[in-house]
């Protein structure tokens, strides 16, 4: 069964600093792989995804990231952190008719 | 409205008691997915409708749990004789091919 690691649970970045969150999956062929935000009391806003092609992708609010098959990573990124950025971010992944989500990264921006 | 949209956003109950939560996914979506997100953790897979095929049911927790879909409208969520690791909040997903939108889930509390 294929499944997500979210390395950090935390991470606490000044605004305008550079933010990069980490995602490792294990699946045999090319996956589906996405990344969600997720604001309190709020659902889920997909942030961008990866289906194939350019292993760049870029998404809304300024996100990019960065899928390395070598690697089995697809880390998030953002330039220039924004203090309306601090929220939960899950890396999930396709596996049949479901998305396997990571545990998440809680995002904290320092003013 | 454009979105998912998952009724009540928040629910109270004594143990013991029967819920229903209701989901409006978005027109002309075929899948519909709830998942369960317990404090702290990454989303949890538990029953996926398309259209008028059998529902994928492997991650409903046990038989307490059972929910139905009315072709590809709204689809309702019971949890019979709730327990306190009931608690949880409960996402609802519609897709129409391989993107999922969430609503903005119901948050579910058992006193």
């Known amino acids: 069964a294929q499944s997500v690691t979210q390395p950090d649970i935390h991470i606490t970045v000044s605004e305008g600093a550079s933010l990069e969150l980490r995602c490792n999956y294990s699946?045999?062929?090319?996956?589906?792989l996405f990344w969600y935000v997720q604001s309190p009391g709020q659902g889920l806003q997909l942030l961008l995804k990866y289906f194939s092609g350019d292993t760049l992708v870029q998404g809304i609010k300024g996100f990019e990231a960065e899928f390395k098959r070598s690697q089995s990573s697809f880390n998030l990124r953002k330039p220039s952190v924004h203090w309306s950025d601090a929220a939960e971010y899950f890396c999930a992944v396709v596996q049949g008719n479901k998305l396997v989500f990571g545990a998440g990264t809680i995002l904290r921006v320092k003013s | 409205g454009a979105g998912v949209s998952q009724s009540p956003s928040n629910k109270v109950t004594e143990k013991g008691k029967d819920v229903e939560l209701r989901c409006d996914p978005i027109s002309g979506h075929t899948a519909l997915y709830w998942y369960r997100q317990r404090l702290g953790q990454g989303l949890e897979f538990l029953i996926y409708f398309q259209g008028n095929s059998a529902p994928d049911k492997s991650g409903l927790p046990s038989d307490r749990f059972s929910a139905e879909r009315t072709g590809e409208s709204v689809s309702t969520l019971t949890i019979q004789r709730t327990q306190q690791e009931d608690s949880a909040v409960y996402l609802c997903?519609?897709?129409?091919?391989?993107?999922?939108?969430f609503g903005d889930g119901t948050r579910l509390s058992i006193l």
């Open positions: 997903a519609s897709s129409s091919r391989e993107t999922q939108h």
């Open positions: 699946y045999g062929a090319t996956p589906y």
